[in-house]
């Protein structure tokens, strides 16, 4: 559900959606219980309601805060994961200029068609969390032979060999990363403990009773939009490779990768 919101509908869309449903629920909700127990805007309650308030809301705040940093953290990560890969085939590209023509064609052929693979093919994967290794493995593959099949001549030429072997071999491993990366998202238990959370905080303010009927709407419309908004970053940080604020391929195009896409 999060990942087709994310794919197919823009920030400010959901954020109406999440935000605005959620304070309209709560408003709705208000002036119902108000209708149904006039009473209830006597305050009689309110000691009662404003402790269990605090209780829960400090639990909830604390939930929600880990639950945000922990998903920015990730993303994050999978931001520096990309990067260290994309480096790390310029890195190999750089190392190969030191080639002859044929074995510097040769690498350079291989990490053309890999980060177009990664850009072309795995990324829309990636978006809808469908992530495969199979989508670049022909590709990778094709790396590790280009260079296998230079032997290098001098200890120049095994000076770059070593490191563009050495960096491949990075790129693998942030690969294999990314990959895993693509495939996380908020754990069951999680996602029950913050999305459940906002339905019990939300009806609560519904018995904290005030005379005025706009200032309580108004109260109960500050509480839902407070964790509508914290919803919407849990939403949009959840996957960090779909959405508006997913993690950019623009990596796999600059530097000395942006060679492979100049005709493009």
Request: aromatic share 10%; net charge neutral.
């Amino acid at each position: 559900m999060i990942l087709w919101l994310l794919n197919h509908l823009s920030t400010f869309v959901i954020a109406v959606l999440v935000v605005g449903g959620i304070t309209g629920l709560a408003v709705a909700g208000s002036v119902a219980a108000r209708r149904r127990f006039p009473h209830l805007a006597q305050g009689e309650h309110n000691e009662m309601v404003g402790v269990a308030l605090g209780m829960f809301g400090a639990i909830y705040g604390i939930i929600l805060a880990f639950v945000v940093v922990t998903l920015w953290t990730q993303r994050e990560n999978t931001e520096t994961i990309v990067a260290t890969e994309a480096s790390g085939l310029a890195a190999v590209v750089r190392s190969a200029d030191a080639f002859p023509d044929a074995d510097r064609a040769r690498v350079h052929q291989a990490v053309g068609a890999y980060t177009h693979a990664v850009v072309e093919v795995q990324w829309p994967l990636m978006r809808v969390g469908r992530p495969s290794f199979e989508a670049t493995g022909e590709q990778t593959q094709g790396l590790y032979r280009a260079l296998m099949a230079y032997e290098p001549q001098g200890p120049r030429a095994e000076t770059f060999y070593a490191e563009a072997v050495t960096r491949l071999n990075d790129v693998n491993t942030q690969r294999r990363a990314r990959v895993t990366m693509a495939e996380t998202s908020l754990p069951v238990l999680l996602q029950v403990l913050v999305y459940g959370g906002a339905f019990v905080i939300v009806p609560l303010t519904f018995l904290f009773g005030l005379r005025s009927l706009k200032m309580q709407l108004l109260f109960v419309s500050a509480v839902a939009g407070l964790i509508g908004f914290s919803l919407l970053l849990v939403v949009a940080l959840d996957r960090p490779f779909a959405g508006d604020l997913s993690v950019s391929p623009a990596p796999y195009k600059e530097a000395a990768l942006a060679r492979f896409w100049a005709a493009g």
